[in-house]
């Protein structure tokens, strides 16, 4: 059953009481239906469900809120759906479903040449067409908000959660968020001033919230990724000024690399004032090492939170993460950046040290050196990418880390990332060399090995080391073996660049929590992550700007 009303003359909430029908939305106090505004802003639509006639207790059919604050999502990497740019129906980078069956088998039995050729960053762009659930209303009403546009599997649980918090009835929402605040009490943030005041629930009352989400192409430089972002919050600010609605900001809340990109989209002319707050949850600040992990050896041996499917997708050799990673520069964007705590990778035998690296330049130090066994990349694993190009991508990679984000973050930042020491992350990559059973004991000069005089055995993350052209393979002098994650983190973004926001002494850092219980990839998953975002919002809506 549905209703429609003509937009109303008075300012605030109204209700009107419906007897027979169950609501959509309801609460312990009363039985409530909240309206949804049309996308012109012309009329409400409110909807339920038929119940017995001797059912007499009246529903309240309650219009939303006029100041709207929408929520607009930025995923991860690898989170956005993608397709070939020629040709729309051509999918490049699908995820439907709670496990992306279809893109296990497109990829899994790929080698590193087709994996390279089917993820060219431009050659791909956004696809919205990904898999949506709800009736069909729902569905249209969520693709022009860009759900298809985002993971379903990863990210639309939550987008319905927060729809269902943040525009439920009044007294329900009020309800919500009244919980999270006493569950609040229990944290332990990182920096103070994070309880909810009866001013902040007020003032979120007052606001209506549609939820977005916004994909990006995140195989292509993140700084083409931020002014897609900035479009398109425009465009969505725009769509929220009606007859009836008013909008001047939105609410950004970021996955992993979406966070890098909001960053950045804040720093653009004219964005931070668009920007009521920015909310960031598992974001690798500072760059994450397992990034250069992956391209040696692949991801086949990682422990706790990474799981065969992902593997076989992503790359079970670092030549088949390589081939990818080389030709992207968001993949590259990653890496450990100059802010990274230094001597992040090593090699070491018996006890000693005998390189540490970066001392201060992770690009030039590591990222392109061309010879060396323990460089980034060697021209073996770039496939058809040029050296050139993929110099051209480091050096886009520093530029963005050095100029574009620097180390600005948005006046109201809030931050959360993964501090369990159950989710292994690599904070420090250490390359143990060991002596072969038939091989001399004398250790070899590591800086004047090259990348020709090693190779990688089969997707194990044991690096063999030949100390001369041309010999025999079997006449192997070292094995080189790569450190697995130790570090407490959330799988993928280890603790040192989780909680870097804080560390900066940045006021526009307001708030920043370090949580547990929950991998990177799937953190929005999780109960109590859900539960800091939605804290997160109401003291964002509490300095935001009314509209006029």
Not at 165 to 189: C, I, M
Not at 210 to 239: F, T
Not at 289 to 299: I, N, S
Not at 305 to 317: L, P, Q, R
């Amino acid at each position: 059953m549905s209703n429609s009303t003509k937009t109303p003359p008075e300012r605030h909430p109204a209700s009107t009481a419906v007897t027979g029908f169950t609501p959509t939305v309801s609460t312990n106090e009363r039985r409530e239906i909240v309206a949804t505004l049309t996308a012109d802003g012309s009329r409400f639509v409110a909807s339920g469900t038929l119940t017995p006639a001797s059912r007499t207790d009246p529903v309240y059919i309650t219009l939303p809120p006029r100041e709207c604050l929408p929520i607009v999502f930025v995923p991860g990497i690898m989170g956005s759906n993608l397709r070939r740019a020629s040709n729309k129906k051509n999918k490049v980078w699908r995820l439907d479903g709670k496990k992306p069956v279809g893109l296990f088998w497109e990829y899994f039995d790929k080698d590193a040449e087709a994996r390279q050729a089917m993820l060219k960053p431009h050659e791909a762009e956004v696809d919205d067409g990904g898999a949506i659930a709800g009736t069909a209303a729902l569905v249209q009403q969520r693709r022009a908000r860009g759900w298809g546009e985002v993971g379903q599997g990863s990210y639309h649980e939550f987008l319905l959660w927060l729809e269902e918090q943040l525009n439920s009835g009044r007294s329900s929402k009020d309800a919500h968020v009244r919980q999270v605040r006493a569950l609040s009490q229990t944290w332990r943030p990182e920096l103070f001033g994070h309880l909810l005041s009866e001013q902040d629930i007020k003032k979120c009352l007052g606001f209506r919230y549609p939820v977005y989400a916004v994909g990006y192409n995140w195989l292509d430089d993140n700084a083409k990724a931020a002014e897609r972002l900035a479009s398109r919050i425009k465009e969505i600010i725009n769509e929220n000024k009606n007859s009836y609605s008013s909008c001047e900001q939105v609410i950004l809340v970021t996955h992993s690399m979406g966070g890098l990109v909001a960053r950045a989209c804040a720093r653009l002319a004219g964005m931070q004032d668009k920007i009521a707050g920015v909310i960031h949850g598992v974001m690798p600040a500072q760059g994450a090492p397992v990034a250069y992990r992956r391209c040696k050896v692949g991801m086949w041996d990682e422990v706790n939170g990474i799981e065969t499917t992902a593997a076989m997708v992503i790359g079970v050799n670092g030549s088949e993460v390589t081939a990818v990673f080389a030709q992207a520069p968001g993949a590259l964007q990653l890496l450990p950046n100059q802010d990274y705590p230094s001597g992040w990778l090593q090699v070491q035998h018996q006890g000693d040290t005998l390189l540490r690296l970066p001392k201060q330049d992770p690009y030039d130090e590591i990222y392109k050196v061309k010879d060396k066994w323990w460089a980034l990349v060697s021209q073996q694993t770039l496939g058809k990418v040029s050296w050139k190009d993929y110099v051209d991508n480091i050096d886009l990679a520093r530029a963005f880390h050095q100029e574009t984000l620097g180390r600005y973050y948005h006046p109201e930042t809030h931050v959360f990332y993964g501090a369990d020491p159950k989710q292994k992350s690599v904070e420090q990559v250490r390359w143990q060399l060991m002596p072969d059973q038939v091989a001399s004991r004398t250790a070899l000069p590591v800086s004047s090995v090259l990348h020709s005089q090693a190779y990688l055995e089969g997707s194990s993350n044991l690096l063999r080391v030949q100390p001369h052209d041309g010999g025999n393979w079997r006449q192997v002098a070292w094995g080189a073996v790569c450190s697995k994650p130790d570090q407490p983190g959330d799988g993928t973004v280890p603790v040192a660049s989780g909680k870097a926001p804080a560390k900066t002494n940045d006021p526009a850092v307001r708030q920043q929590f370090g949580l547990s219980g929950f991998a990177h990839e799937p953190a929005y998953h999780n109960r109590h992550v859900n539960e800091a975002v939605l804290h997160s919002i109401v003291k964002v809506t509490g300095r935001a700007r009314v509209p006029a």
